[in-house]
Structures are given as structure tokens and as C-alpha cells.
């Protein structure tokens, strides 16, 4: 769709919505564990469990006034392996697609990301590890057959109110048999984050996912400005963080991105 008056307004009105039955659900932040988890969940590299679920609507697909829909299961488990100073990170990415470009609907290809982090001192920490790309298409309109292997890292500094950071992979495909399943594809997410007090309990967060395909001869990159806003509250005992995010992509095939994340912290580690 276009971006008017009335998308916006529905957009709005829909994430409105979302965020106050989660109020009404939900206790305030009101608790000196819930400020630190509100911290450490700003951090991809924090050794917390949690499983984020980001709802995404991209809108007017390549001018077609058609929008592409995807639900994004991300659980994240740390692990040790018997290093003091170490620690581990494994990462899913288990996209849900709903697409009126193609049109389309089904899961898309997993992506397995194994990161080895380390407090490299007081508020600054440092990860790298290898990545994957599962074939778990549905249909071969959202995905690739191929699989793909690569490289991730990322360095976060968590300053007062600020988190601040990067994320960055590179994946290649491992067994194409074609060029139509060539794998080539580097992201790099930056990370800025600032928590506007323990009372509010309310972040302002800018985390867009900046994509290059180098399998195209043409509009190799997709990048999104913007950002949005968190915050964290329970359900029942459960610390959950939630927000809404807006991101306009000034090159790539979507107009606008509009991003709504839920993400609850369970206990262990």
C-alpha cells in the first residue's frame, strides 16, 4: 500500500492496540530485577534466555501497493562450556511468512546463529561464531534449496543509559547447484538503545536490518532508518518487554517497515 493519512492511522490504531491490552495484562516495571532485566535485554550478547517474536509489515512492495507480512520466532539460548571467561549463544531465526509478493504463505529458510562471547571488560561485550541457513521452506518461493554457512560477530557497549553496539554476519551458500540458489548475503544491525529511567521503565531502541544480496546485479541493498520504542512489564511472574518500531527504507524493495516485538525472558542460565 501507499503510505496515506489512513495506512498510517491503521497502523497506528493496530499497534495502539497491541500495546494496550499488553498494559492492561501487564504490571508496570516496579522492581530493581526488573530494571536490571530491562538492561540486559537491551544487549544480544546478555546471558539471558529469551524468546523474541517480532510481527512485520512491509508495505508497497517494489511500488505495487501490495505488502508483505512475516512473523520472526527468534528463541535465544546461552550456554556454558566450562570456561570461565567464555560463554556461548545460540540463536534462531524462524521466519513465517505472508506475502502478497509473491503470493505466498509458509515458513522460510532458519537461520542458526552460534555465537562465543566474552566480557571483554566491565559493560563491553564481544561475540564471534559461525552462522547457517536451513532449507526449511515450505515453498521454493521463501527460500533457497541451498544450504549456507558463514561468519557472525558483534560488539556491544553498555555506557549509563546507553547500549550501543553492532551485529554483523556474512553467509555463503555451501552445496548450490545453480545460480538461482547461489547464497551470498551480508546484514549488519546496529544497535542504539537509551532507557529513559528506572520509573518509566520506557527505551527508546533503533535496531533496522541493513541487507546486501550479492547475488543481484541490481538494488543490492536493503536499508531501513528509524526506531521505535520498548518496555518492560510481567505477565503474571514472567518478564516480557514489548514496543513498536517504524522504519522507512530508503533503498530496497519496502516503502515502510512497522515492527512490533514481544519478547519474554525465561528462567535458567
Not at 19 to 34: H, R, Y
Amino acid at each position: 500500500m501507499k503510505l496515506t493519512v489512513s495506512s498510517v492511522a491503521k497502523c497506528v490504531a493496530i499497534y495502539t492496540t497491541m500495546a494496550a491490552s499488553m498494559v492492561i495484562s501487564a504490571s508496570a516495571i516496579a522492581d530493581e530485577e526488573l530494571n536490571k532485566l530491562s538492561k540486559e535485554a537491551q544487549d544480544p550478547l546478555a546471558k539471558i534466555i529469551s524468546m523474541p517474536i517480532f510481527f512485520n509489515q512491509y508495505t508497497d512492495i517494489a511500488d505495487s501497493g501490495k505488502d508483505n507480512n512475516a512473523i520472526l520466532i527468534q528463541p535465544v539460548v546461552p550456554f556454558s562450556f566450562g570456561s570461565d571467561e567464555w560463554y556461548g549463544i545460540a540463536r534462531a531465526i524462524i521466519p513465517i511468512d505472508d506475502f502478497e509478493i509473491p503470493d505466498e504463505s509458509g515458513v522460510g529458510d532458519t537461520t542458526l546463529d552460534i555465537v562465543f562471547a566474552t566480557n571483554v571488560r566491565p559493560g563491553l561485550r564481544a561475540g564471534f561464531g559461525p552462522i547457517f541457513q536451513i532449507p526449511t521452506h515450505s515453498n521454493s518461493a521463501l527460500g533457497k534449496d541451498s544450504w549456507g554457512a558463514g561468519l557472525s560477530g558483534g560488539l556491544v557497549l553498555t555506557e549509563g543509559r546507553w547500549v550501543i553496539g553492532g551485529l554483523a554476519t556474512q553467509v555463503w551458500d555451501v552445496n548450490g547447484d545453480n545460480a538461482a540458489e547461489d547464497i551470498n548475503t551480508f546484514t549488519f544491525q546496529p544497535i542504539v538503545n537509551y532507557d529513559f529511567g528506572e520509573k518509566g521503565g520506557w527505551i527508546f531502541t533503533s535496531t533496522p536490518l541493513i541487507v546486501a544480496d550479492f547475488t543481484k546485479d541490481d538494488d543490492k541493498w536493503d536499508v531501513p532508518i528509524g526506531g521505535g520504542f520498548s518496555h518492560m512489564s510481567r505477565i503474571g511472574k514472567m518478564p516480557v518487554s514489548w514496543g513498536p518500531q517504524v522504519y522507512k527504507h530508503v533503498k530496497g524493495a519496502a516503502d515502510w517497515e512497522f515492527r512490533f516485538m514481544v519478547r519474554a525472558i525465561l528462567p535458567g542460565f
